[in-house]
């Protein structure tokens, strides 16, 4: 798609579409309400050989701190203080008013199934 050698993707994450513009590819994204939105997480092995480390890390990843490291690279952060770069990125910031959360426990029984309808439709 960023290539050009598709005229559209039915499913992108928009914060993609826009660093690739921003970077030259000729694309750009149009949102279908609502927008569908998977829930993203972080999480500690059970068994990391440095849990503590990684404790302190995943602290900083979710702070304030660590979440304008994400912004600066054009991803959208999670932190309520922390704005994306490009608004509209996000719902209520002009382009688009609702998304459609899917939980990962709704993705991994779905997943499959939705795939296959995607196969069916759109690849024969």
């Given at each position: 798609m960023i290539?050009?050698?598709?005229?559209?993707?039915?499913q992108i994450l928009n914060h993609h579409a826009y660093i690739s513009k921003t970077a030259?590819?000729?694309v750009d994204?149009?949102?279908l309400e609502p927008a569908p939105a998977t829930i993203s997480s972080i999480g500690l092995a059970k068994n990391s050989p440095h849990p503590?480390?990684?404790m302190l890390f995943l602290d900083f990843v979710l702070s304030k701190k660590g979440q304008t490291v994400i912004q600066a690279a054009n991803y959208l952060?999670?932190?309520p203080e922390v704005p994306a770069?490009?608004?509209d990125l996000k719902p209520g910031g002009g382009r688009f008013e609702n998304a459609n959360?899917?939980?990962p426990d709704l993705l991994y029984e779905k997943g499959n199934e939705w795939a296959?309808?995607?196969e069916r439709q759109f690849m024969k």
């Open positions: 290539a050009g050698e598709s005229p559209i993707a039915l030259g590819a000729p994204w149009q949102v503590h480390a990684a952060p999670s932190h770069l490009q608004p959360y899917m939980s296959d309808y995607f």
